[in-house]
């Protein structure tokens, strides 16, 4: 397992377009997590998931996002009608959790997007 | 949920030890501590987690009191590469999903 997997890297999408971008977690980890960093800040969680069960969802994760985890595998997150200020990186993580216990995230390296 | 203070900026030489404390005063009991390092573009990678006394891998040790109150990574003989924003994180076993990270430390590795 080459740990997470996140497609693509880059997106450039023009204002008002959909985008999807695609996570593939650690396979044997059970919680799959969505994170939007912009520059200077840290991670700001947007929504986590339980094998296929969506469990938290953040406030800034407006109606125009939607996330899903089919099967408790991949994962993916879209988001509809691109505003300008959805530009930033979209950060994926996967974390094993068991015996009381989060035994830390693994973060994929994230896909840049740029609303123009 | 724990809310974490960090010293915005560290600045060490090459080959020093650096020791960054991370305060959280409203820790829980089932509560970890871990820490993260982040690179430019690059996600950020786990390093460390403790519960309490010291932890050591072959990256770091984390040092945390007996009040849990607060934390010390500590890095020994840091070389350029380790010039990163480092994050201290708490929680228990439902996670960080409330958490954001804050901004963390940004330590630059002069040579």
């Known amino acids: 397992d080459t740990g997470v997997s996140q497609d693509p890297r880059h997106k450039i999408t023009k204002r008002g377009q959909n985008v999807t971008f695609r996570c593939d977690p650690i396979?044997?980890?059970?919680?799959l997590y969505w994170y939007r960093q912009t520059l200077g800040q840290g991670p700001e969680f947007l929504t986590y998931?339980?094998?296929?069960?969506?469990?938290?969802k953040s406030r800034l994760l407006s109606d125009r996002f939607s996330a899903e985890r089919p099967k408790g595998s991949f994962s993916t997150l879209e988001i509809q009608r691109t505003e300008q200020g959805d530009s930033a990186m979209y950060l994926c993580?996967?974390?094993?959790?068991?015996?009381?216990?989060?035994?830390?995230?693994?973060f994929g390296s994230g896909t840049r997007l740029t609303v123009v | 949920l724990a809310k974490t203070t960090q010293p915005i900026s560290m600045d060490s030489y090459e080959g020093q030890e650096v020791n960054i404390t991370c305060s959280h005063n409203?820790?829980?009991?089932?509560?970890?501590i871990t820490w993260y390092q982040q690179f430019p573009s690059q996600g950020p990678r786990f390093i460390i987690q403790?519960?309490?006394t010291k932890v050591t891998n072959e990256v770091a040790s984390l040092f945390i009191p007996a009040d849990r109150k607060s934390s010390t990574l500590s890095l020994p003989r840091v070389s350029l590469s380790d010039t990163a924003v480092y994050y201290c994180?708490?929680?228990?076993?439902?996670?960080?999903?409330?958490?954001?990270f804050g901004i963390g430390t940004k330590l630059q590795v002069i040579p």
């Open positions: 409203n820790i829980a009991t089932n509560d970890y």
């Open positions: 994180l708490v929680g228990g076993s439902g996670g960080y999903q409330k958490v954001t």
């Open positions: 396979s044997e980890h059970n919680r």
């Open positions: 403790g519960y309490k």
């Open positions: 993580a996967s974390s094993l959790t068991g015996e009381g216990r989060n035994y830390g995230y693994t």
């Open positions: 998931f339980q094998n296929e069960a969506q469990l938290e």
